[in-house]
């Protein structure tokens, strides 16, 4: 009604029915960014979700907590802003991965989603990005046959491992294992990719080498 007022809005726009809209939006965005949500066990992917939704309102993951008790679980997600560039830079520090800012991203969901499933929130953030680095990271990158080695880069093969996962897991309603998952992606979808040298014009087996590991050296010939 102030806006109308001082001919800052049309008079023709009722006032009430467009405040209570913005009632109806604030509610369900307030709910996504604080309420606690809780699930059984075996549902990780419903944390997935739940930092979808918050990416898709352009928040991002600032603290990730997991509770277990006799009934289940629940998980407290606080979110935040970040710069551009943020998530490049942190998995870049964490891990030595340089890869671009939406992968960053997906990647460092499944880190710290990985951090409170372990209930290590309390371990030093370098401590667990070198052991999901080597437990998780590589386990996946490492599962996949030398003749399809080609296809697409390490992180990007896991990145599509993370999205299949989520996909498979959401039709199923239960967490798929990790395993399964690349089983099923590098049977079902990593063939089906073109090879890296027919997108690029070059060889592949040529290009240096990435060595991602914390402390490793940027390149291998």
Same mark, same amino acid.
């Given at each position: 009604?102030d806006? /109308?007022?001082? +001919?800052?809005?049309?008079?023709?726009?009722?006032?009430?029915?467009?405040s209570e809209q913005i009632?109806?939006?604030y509610r369900?965005l307030?709910?996504?960014?604080?309420?606690?949500?809780?699930?059984?066990? +075996?549902?990780?992917?419903?944390?997935d979700?739940?930092?979808?939704?918050?990416?898709?309102l352009?928040f991002? &993951? !600032?603290?990730?907590?997991?509770s277990t008790d006799?009934? +289940?679980?629940?998980? /407290?997600?606080?979110?935040?802003?970040?710069d551009?560039?943020h998530?490049s830079r942190?998995?870049?520090?964490?891990?030595g991965?340089?890869?671009g800012?939406?992968q960053?991203?997906?990647?460092?969901n499944?880190?710290?989603?990985?951090?409170?499933?372990t209930?290590?929130?309390?371990?030093?953030e370098e401590?667990v990005?070198?052991?999901?680095?080597a437990?998780?990271?590589?386990?996946?990158?490492?599962a996949? *046959?030398?003749?399809l080695?080609?296809?697409?880069?390490?992180?990007?093969?896991f990145h599509?491992?993370?999205?299949?996962?989520?996909?498979?897991?959401?039709?199923?309603?239960?967490d &798929?294992?990790l *395993?399964?998952?690349?089983a099923?992606?590098?049977a079902?979808?990593?063939?089906?990719?073109? !090879?890296?040298?027919?997108?690029l014009?070059? !060889?592949?087996?040529?290009l240096?080498?990435v060595?991602?590991? *914390?402390?490793?050296?940027?390149?291998?010939q």
């Amino acid at each position: 009604m102030d806006l /109308q007022a001082g +001919g800052l809005m049309d008079d023709e726009a009722d006032a009430v029915d467009v405040s209570e809209q913005i009632i109806a939006r604030y509610r369900p965005l307030w709910a996504a960014l604080t309420e606690p949500e809780s699930f059984e066990q +075996g549902e990780r992917w419903r944390v997935d979700a739940r930092i979808r939704r918050l990416n898709d309102l352009g928040f991002d &993951v !600032d603290e990730l907590s997991i509770s277990t008790d006799i009934g +289940g679980a629940s998980v /407290q997600i606080q979110p935040k802003v970040v710069d551009a560039g943020h998530h490049s830079r942190r998995l870049l520090r964490l891990t030595g991965l340089d890869v671009g800012e939406n992968q960053a991203r997906r990647l460092l969901n499944d880190l710290d989603s990985y951090r409170a499933a372990t209930d290590r929130q309390g371990d030093s953030e370098e401590l667990v990005a070198h052991d999901w680095l080597a437990h998780v990271f590589e386990a996946v990158v490492h599962a996949v *046959p030398r003749r399809l080695g080609s296809k697409l880069e390490p992180a990007e093969v896991f990145h599509e491992v993370l999205e299949h996962r989520w996909y498979l897991s959401e039709r199923r309603g239960w967490d &798929v294992p990790l *395993p399964e998952v690349v089983a099923d992606y590098v049977a079902t979808v990593l063939p089906t990719k073109p !090879d890296e040298a027919a997108v690029l014009g070059v !060889d592949t087996q040529a290009l240096p080498v990435v060595d991602a590991s *914390p402390g490793g050296t940027r390149t291998q010939q």
